[in-house]
T-cell receptor, first 113, second 115 residues
Framework: GDSVTQMEGPVTLSEEAFLTINCTYTATGYPSLFWYVQYPGEGLQLLLKATKADDKGSNKGFEATYRKETTSFHLEKGSVQVSDSAVYFCALPPTGGGNKLTFGTGTQLKVEL | DGGITQSPKYLFRKEGQNVTLSCEQNLNHDAMYWYRQDPGQGLRLIYYSQIVNDFQKGDIAEGYSVSREKKESFPLTVTSAQKNPTAFYLC??????????????FGSGTRLTVV
C-alpha cells in the first residue's frame, strides 16, 4: 500500500542554517506530493506541492523536488529563521482512488538564535 | 473568505460526559475528515465522509461518532466510551472526486482536555 517515510525529529538548527527534511514514499504510479506545515497550536497549512515527476514546488523560501528515481520529495530551505519553527508533514494522495491523504509522522523543526 | 471553522478552540470534558466538536466549511467541499493528534505524534484518522449522509470509520473510530446531515457540517462526538480523549482534534476538507487531488484544507483545531 501507499506509505510515506519522514526523517525523525526534532531537528534543531541555528538561524540562517540550511535545512533538509527527508521524505520518501511508496506508491503506485506518480502521484502528486505535498508538504504541510503546522505552527504551534494551529492546524496544518499547505506549504508546497508538486504534481508530477521532476516538478519543483516552492513557497516562502522552501523548495522540494519530486524525484521519481529515488521516490523522494525532500524539503529544503537555504536559510531558516526562528519563525520557521514548526512541524512539517510530507503527504501522499491516494493512488488507488478516493481522497484520503497518507501523512508522514511529521518532523519538528526548532530554530534558535 | 472561504475556510473551515472549528469550535470551540478549547474544550474541557468531565469523566463520563459526551462532548461534540463542531466543524463547518463554506468551501463547497464534498469530502470532510476528522483527525486526532497527540503531543509529538502524527495524525490519526478518526472518521471521514465523502458525501452527505455517508461516512466511514478511519483507523481509530472507537469511542467516537459523527454525522453528515449537511454538506457544510461534520460534527464529531467524543463519547464516554473513549477512554483517553485528551488530544488536539483537526477537521479537514477537500473538493472530492478522483480526477485531480487538490489537497486538504484544515481548520485551526480543537484542544480537548479531560478534567
Amino acid at each position: 500500500g501507499d506509505s510515506v517515510t519522514q526523517m525523525e525529529g526534532p531537528v534543531t538548527l541555528s538561524e540562517e542554517a540550511f535545512l533538509t527534511i527527508n521524505c520518501t514514499y511508496t506508491a503506485t504510479g506518480y502521484p502528486s506530493l505535498f508538504w504541510y506545515v503546522q505552527y504551534p497550536g494551529e492546524g496544518l497549512q499547505l506549504l508546497l506541492k508538486a504534481t508530477k515527476a521532476d516538478d519543483k514546488g516552492s513557497n516562502k523560501g522552501f523548495e522540494a523536488t519530486y524525484r521519481k528515481e529515488t521516490t523522494s520529495f525532500h524539503l529544503e530551505k537555504g536559510s531558516v529563521q526562528v519563525s520557521d519553527s514548526a512541524v512539517y508533514f510530507c503527504a501522499l494522495p491516494p493512488t488507488g482512488g478516493g481522497n484520503k491523504l497518507t501523512f508522514g509522522t511529521g518532523t519538528q523543526l526548532k530554530v534558535e538564535l | 473568505d472561504g475556510g473551515i471553522t472549528q469550535s470551540p478552540k478549547y474544550l474541557f470534558r468531565k469523566e463520563g460526559q459526551n462532548v461534540t466538536l463542531s466543524c463547518e466549511q463554506n468551501l463547497n467541499h464534498d469530502a470532510m475528515y476528522w483527525y486526532r493528534q497527540d503531543p509529538g505524534q502524527g495524525l490519526r484518522l478518526i472518521y471521514y465522509s465523502q458525501i452527505v449522509n455517508d461516512f466511514q470509520k478511519g483507523d481509530i473510530a472507537e469511542g467516537y461518532s459523527v454525522s453528515r446531515e449537511k454538506k457544510e457540517s461534520f460534527p464529531l462526538t467524543v463519547t464516554s466510551a473513549q477512554k483517553n480523549p485528551t488530544a488536539f482534534y483537526l477537521c479537514a476538507s477537500t473538493p472530492g472526486g478522483t480526477e485531480f487531488f487538490y489537497g486538504y484544507t484544515f481548520g485551526s483545531g480543537t484542544r480537548l482536555t479531560v478534567v
